[in-house]
């Protein structure tokens, strides 16, 4: 047989026991198969002196290279937003969903070091690190020594693929075990390590794999879907975490987050969350990107502590929104510091689809909310008895009301209700009246009648003494003292925080920021329904609350008792006489010269007024390159629109 055939086939059979062995994890022959073939084209080699392009001895680590040289990606390489909390979930749910009919994907976040491989040809050519998203450093000779990519795909097209160099925690043990002079400390340092290691043989000891999740970059053709791209790395013969969750809806998402978040501590992988995208590639292309993150995907991070604990018994705690929310009395366990006796759980349809029982062993979480929280059953006893679901308040008694997934308390007057509309009130990101307790405030409820929160300015020393003299429970001259002051203190509020405060259903911190734009109360008050959802982070439900917020006449009575009482909501002053004072400015797109904070900055500094997104009261368009929907939406409008370069005139001329 001719050699150079014989070269072509043992390339073919030991390419594909590589790819059985490495990426399906499914070996069909022994290592001492492999070595026989693999030594026979060694010596081809040396014979001929000729090395194809899909041979597995390029996979060798060559000599120590003197320095990274770097490398143009084709196409950009974001990173991800981040989200961690669900308010923060929720805002991107509802972008997403003014972009259009979008379905998602769900996929573990690993831990360690994102590379981008080209192929040319369908021969692989390149290995590059992330970088800045724009270039990266050369690291081809190391990534030669990873087995989990093909060296030769049937793509023939200009192709850049994505992926996270890692190193499993079996092999970062088995690495410590045989180096015990200098081991190496976590899964995503020596990841990072073994791959921007000038010495490629390093790289080749410290076993690291590459999992390709992304195409970033294909000259011919065109995948329509995240599940496309997924499959078509997979049938290339890439290696893929074979988790992935394809979800129609936001409740669908936070279901397989929760998956993810309770089956990750039983991988080999080092995850610290979820990667959450927008599965169509039209709608993506609508959504765009800021100057950083694609605004189409975010990474939901689990910044936790997890332990396993028993549930003793389940109450029902009632919120500031008649909301019943199931809380479990655990056996206590140690978590990020602290010893944890109780956890929560959304409502009574997370309960049973967690599978939540009394008497059970189940998952609690940890993390930068400020409740822990069962993440879902772990075993059953014989014992265990199901949670039954409440017909009447646990506070109460009133009828329970049942829509979706929640129970609701049917009475406004319910004392925990409104113990927890007035803490929510007083807390640090809202009025931040320091020392203003939910114990404190119930104890004012009961014994002052304290219900609103105009009632809290209406306070006095002498609303602390009892009929003899003596003070209420808890209470001393200096800490009411205390309490008064920074009452009076909480007047002066930002409008965001205060708008944040007086508990609009579906407001939270980032719809309140937005809301704050338009400058005053009045202003949001009079806002109408298509104004709400021309803003970027309002959906209809939240739309139509704040909508139903202001007609409500008890809300218009209380804001104005507020007023009167001295409570004066603000916003930054704004700089008068520049050149765009009296400007409603939107940005769009990417600027060459500055980022998009700076050239806010620089705006607002010279009067103008920086919106989130394009509405009726826009006055002025920037388009930077690769500027989308807000663009589309301001032509629509007639709103005037101008490029980078007038823009940087105009900040000159000033």
């Given at each position: 047989m001719n050699e150079q055939l014989r070269m072509r086939e043992l390339c073919e059979i030991l390419n594909k026991w590589a790819y059985e062995y490495y990426v399906l994890d499914a070996p069909t022959v022994s290592d001492r198969e492999y070595d026989r073939l693999y030594d026979e084209l060694r010596a081809l080699e040396r014979d001929t002196g000729l090395v194809l392009a899909e041979s597995p001895t390029r996979r060798v680590g060559g000599e120590p290279v003197k320095g990274f040289s770097r490398h143009t990606h084709i196409s950009r390489l974001y990173s991800l937003d981040k989200a961690v909390s669900s308010d923060e979930l929720e805002a991107f749910f509802t972008r997403v969903q003014k972009a259009g009919d979008a379905t998602y994907t769900v996929e573990y976040k690993y831990d360690g070091l994102t590379v981008c491989l080209t192929y040319e040809g369908g021969a692989f050519v390149r290995a590059t690190t992330r970088g800045n998203g724009i270039e990266g450093e050369d690291v081809t000779a190391q990534v030669l020594t990873v087995r989990s990519f093909p060296m030769h795909i049937s793509y023939m097209g200009t192709l850049e693929v994505r992926g996270e160099a890692i190193i499993r925690l079996s092999a970062l043990e088995k690495y410590n075990a045989a180096h015990p002079e200098e081991p190496l400390k976590n899964a995503r340092n020596a990841a990072a390590g073994a791959i921007r290691n000038l010495d490629p043989k390093v790289t080749k000891t410290r076993a690291p794999e590459i999992l390709f999740y992304d195409i970033n970059y294909m000259s011919e053709d065109f995948l329509a879907t995240q599940l496309a791209a997924h499959e078509f790395l997979r049938r290339e013969g890439f290696k893929v975490f074979p988790y992935l969750r394809a979800c129609k809806t936001p409740e669908e998402v936070r279901a397989a987050i929760d998956e993810i978040d309770v089956e990750r501590r039983t991988l080999d992988v080092l995850t610290d969350g979820a990667v959450v995208k927008v599965n169509e590639e039209n709608i993506?292309?609508?959504?765009?990107?800021?100057?950083?993150?694609?605004?189409?995907?975010?990474?939901?991070?689990?910044?936790?502590?997890?332990?396993?604990?028993?549930?003793?018994?389940?109450?029902?705690?009632?919120?500031?929104?008649?909301?019943?929310?199931?809380?479990?009395?655990?056996?206590?366990?140690?978590?990020?510091?602290?010893?944890?006796?109780?956890?929560?759980?959304?409502?009574?349809?997370?309960?049973?689809?967690?599978?939540?029982?009394?008497?059970?062993?189940?998952?609690?979480?940890?993390?930068?909310?400020?409740?822990?929280?069962?993440?879902?059953?772990?075993?059953?006893?014989?014992?265990?008895?199901?949670?039954?679901?409440?017909?009447?308040?646990?506070?109460?008694?009133?009828?329970?009301?049942?829509?979706?997934?929640?129970?609701?308390?049917?009475?406004?007057?319910?004392?925990?209700?409104?113990?927890?509309?007035?803490?929510?009130?007083?807390?640090?990101?809202?009025?931040?009246?320091?020392?203003?307790?939910?114990?404190?405030?119930?104890?004012?409820?009961?014994?002052?009648?304290?219900?609103?929160?105009?009632?809290?300015?209406?306070?006095?020393?002498?609303?602390?003494?009892?009929?003899?003299?003596?003070?209420?429970?808890?209470?001393?001259?200096?800490?009411?003292?205390?309490?008064?002051?920074?009452?009076?203190?909480?007047?002066?509020?930002?409008?965001?925080?205060?708008?944040?405060?007086?508990?609009?259903?579906?407001?939270?911190?980032?719809?309140?920021?937005?809301?704050?734009?338009?400058?005053?109360?009045?202003?949001?008050?009079?806002?109408?329904?298509?104004?709400?959802?021309?803003?970027?982070?309002?959906?209809?439900?939240?739309?139509?609350?704040?909508?139903?917020?202001?007609?409500?006449?008890?809300?218009?009575?209380?804001?104005?008792?507020?007023?009167?009482?001295?409570?004066?909501?603000?916003?930054?002053?704004?700089?008068?006489?520049?050149?765009?004072?009296?400007?409603?400015?939107?940005?769009?797109?990417?600027?060459?010269?500055?980022?998009?904070?700076?050239?806010?900055?620089?705006?607002?500094?010279?009067?103008?007024?920086?919106?989130?997104?394009?509405?009726?009261?826009?006055?002025?368009?920037?388009?930077?390159?690769?500027?989308?929907?807000?663009?589309?939406?301001?032509?629509?409008?007639?709103?005037?629109?101008?490029?980078?370069?007038?823009?940087?005139?105009?900040?000159?001329?000033?």
């Open positions: 993506r292309a609508e959504m765009g990107a800021t100057d950083k993150f694609p605004r189409w995907a975010i990474a939901y991070k689990f910044e936790a502590e997890e332990a396993e604990a028993t549930v003793e018994k389940v109450l029902w705690q009632v919120g500031r929104t008649g909301k019943l929310t199931p809380l479990a009395e655990i056996s206590p366990v140690e978590l990020a510091g602290a010893t944890v006796r109780r956890a929560t759980l959304n409502n009574f349809g997370d309960l049973t689809k967690k599978d939540v029982k009394v008497h059970s062993r189940v998952l609690v979480r940890r993390s930068n909310e400020v409740i822990p929280e069962i993440l879902g059953a772990v075993s059953h006893v014989e014992g265990s008895v199901p949670v039954e679901k409440p017909t009447r308040c646990p506070a109460c008694g009133a009828p329970v009301r049942e829509a979706g997934a929640n129970l609701f308390c049917t009475n406004e007057l319910c004392p925990p209700r409104i113990v927890q509309k007035l803490t929510h009130y007083c807390s640090k990101n809202a009025a931040d009246i320091e020392g203003m307790s939910e114990a404190t405030l119930t104890l004012l409820l009961e014994k002052r009648g304290v219900s609103n929160f105009s009632d809290l300015y209406a306070l006095t020393a002498e609303d602390f003494e009892k009929e003899d003299g003596t003070f209420l429970d808890g209470f001393g001259e200096k800490k009411i003292s205390n309490l008064l002051t920074a009452i009076e203190k909480s007047k002066h509020i930002p409008l965001d925080r205060y708008l944040y405060a007086i508990g609009i259903e579906g407001v939270g911190r980032v719809a309140a920021r937005d809301l704050a734009d338009f400058g005053s109360v009045e202003k949001v008050a009079a806002l109408t329904l298509e104004e709400l959802l021309a803003m970027e982070d309002i959906g209809e439900i939240t739309a139509r609350s704040i909508l139903s917020y202001f007609a409500d006449e008890k809300n218009r009575s209380e804001l104005a008792r507020l007023e009167a009482l001295g409570v004066r909501p603000f916003v930054k002053e704004k700089a008068v006489g520049g050149i765009f004072a009296g400007e409603a400015v939107v940005l769009t797109g990417t600027l060459a010269a500055m980022s998009r904070p700076e050239a806010q900055k620089r705006i607002e500094a010279l009067g103008g007024v920086c919106q989130s997104s394009v509405s009726q009261k826009t006055t002025l368009v920037v388009a930077g390159e690769k500027a989308g929907s807000k663009l589309e939406k301001a032509q629509k409008l007639g709103v005037k629109i101008i490029g980078e370069e007038e823009f940087l005139t105009m900040l000159q001329g000033s």
